[in-house]
Structures are given as structure tokens and as C-alpha cells.
T-cell receptor, first 113, second 118 residues
Framework: AQSVTQLGSHVSVSEGALVLLRCNYSSSVPPYLFWYVQYPNQGLQLLLKYTSAATLVKGINGFEAEFKKSETSFHLTKPSAHMSDAAEYFCAVSEGGGNKLTFGTGTQLKVEL | GAVVSQHPSRVICKSGTSVKIECRSLDFQATTMFWYRQFPKQSLMLMATSNEGSKATYEQGVEKDKFLINHASLTLSTLTVTSAHPEDSSFYIC??????????????FGPGTRLTVL
């Protein structure tokens, strides 16, 4: 069985500050890992994904995430937050590329001036 | 490319009526479509997986007779909530996956449908 834990349902940062959203996973097989962003009343947009290639994955909008097998983590970072980054972020795991996604509970990112 | 649409975006209905939600892949053929529901301030929960031309596979705890899924073509899947009740009020999101090509095995999400049952 696969599962995802996102620590911190709400994260608040100042504009220009580092963004760090935490994600830990559990999977019985080598996982595929994803980060999605959701703006209010919209569907999900893929930020980045890990598919067993490079452990440091770069995504859109300046986000990146590092896969750490020893820590079973896939934390999302961005060096400098922008107001437009305010949204809900979901980490997800899949056992296999296009298979069933299991989502974490989400982290609401707030960016303050 | 890889755009998924849903219709309607919002629907309000009376208790006991049925509601149909459409999910379309606009510029690719979706061999598999997924239906999720999302309660306020919560995560997405997979309801069912449908492959074109075959019966949907429902997740444990999801009533297949209540949530009817049809995937009749490679670009359209429908979710019908039958005899809807207030507890069915939720945000329903579909995703579509294609095989082959540059988007192989990636899921693309629709914008969601907000269902409110009075």
C-alpha cells in the first residue's frame, strides 16, 4: 500500500523568502512521486515529478524537489516566494508511472508582503 | 496540449435527482480516465478508474450503483450521481491519461465540478 504525509496544512512565508513544503511517502515498490498545485476552484496542475531518474527534480515556476530514499521524503522548495505562488499544494505517490495516484492532505501556502 | 475539460463547472440540484458530469480530453485520446472527489479543505480521493470501452473499477467504499461511470469514447467519460443527497455535495475532478507520445502515462486534470445538493 502507498501513502503520503504532508506536514503542515498551512505554511506562511514572506515574499522573497524560501518556500519549503514537506512530503513523506510510504510505498512497497520504488515510487513515482509528484507535486501538484491547485488554485481556488480549479483542477490540479503538475509542478514536477520524480520517476527514478535524477534525485533532484526541477519543475515549473522555479520549484524543485529532492527525492531522498533514506528519509522517504520528497520535499518541495522554491528559493524565493512570489505572491502568485499562493495556492494549495498536493504531494502524490504512484506505484508505477500512470497508475493510481494517492494524494496527501495538502498544504495551503500563503505568501505575505 | 493535453487539456481536459469538465462540464458543468457548477451544478445545484434537489435531493433525489440525478446529475451527470462530463469529462473530455480536448486534444488527445484518453485511454484511461480517473474520477476523484474532494471535500472542502481535504485531499482528493480516487473514486474509480475507467478504461475506454470497459467497465469502471471502483475504489473500496464507493457505491457503483450510485456513481455511474461511462467511458464510451477515447475523449469522453461521464459520471452520473444517481438519487443525489446532500452528503454527495463535493468537488468532483476527473483526470485523463494517454498511452504513447510525449505525454505517455501522465495524468491531466480537469478543472472540477462543484456539486451542491439541496
Amino acid at each position: 500500500a502507498q501513502s503520503v504525509t504532508q506536514l503542515g496544512s498551512h505554511v506562511s512565508v514572506s515574499e522573497g523568502a524560501l518556500v519549503l513544503l514537506r512530503c513523506n511517502y510510504s510505498s512497497s515498490v520504488p515510487p513515482y512521486l509528484f507535486w501538484y498545485v491547485q488554485y481556488p476552484n480549479q483542477g490540479l496542475q503538475l509542478l514536477l515529478k520524480y520517476t527514478s531518474a535524477a534525485t533532484l527534480v526541477k519543475g515549473i515556476n522555479g520549484f524543485e524537489a529532492e527525492f531522498k530514499k533514506s528519509e522517504t521524503s520528497f520535499h518541495l522548495t522554491k528559493p524565493s516566494a512570489h505572491m502568485s505562488d499562493a495556492a494549495e499544494y498536493f504531494c502524490a505517490v504512484s506505484e508505477g508511472g500512470g497508475n493510481k495516484l494517492t494524494f496527501g492532505t495538502g498544504t495551503q501556502l500563503k505568501v505575505e508582503l | 496540449g493535453a487539456v481536459v475539460s469538465q462540464h458543468p463547472s457548477r451544478v445545484i440540484c434537489k435531493s433525489g435527482t440525478s446529475v451527470k458530469i462530463e469529462c473530455r480530453s480536448l486534444d488527445f485520446q484518453a485511454t484511461t480516465m480517473f474520477w476523484y472527489r474532494q471535500f472542502p479543505k481535504q485531499s482528493l480521493m480516487l473514486m474509480a478508474t475507467s478504461n475506454e470501452g470497459s467497465k469502471a473499477t471502483y475504489e473500496q467504499g464507493v457505491e457503483k450503483d450510485k456513481f455511474l461511470i461511462n467511458h464510451a469514447s477515447l475523449t469522453l467519460s461521464t459520471l452520473t450521481v444517481t438519487s443525489a443527497h446532500p452528503e454527495d455535495s463535493s468537488f468532483y475532478i476527473c483526470s485523463a491519461r494517454t498511452s504513447g507520445g510525449s505525454f505517455h502515462n501522465e495524468q491531466f486534470f480537469g478543472p472540477g465540478t462543484r456539486l451542491t445538493v439541496l
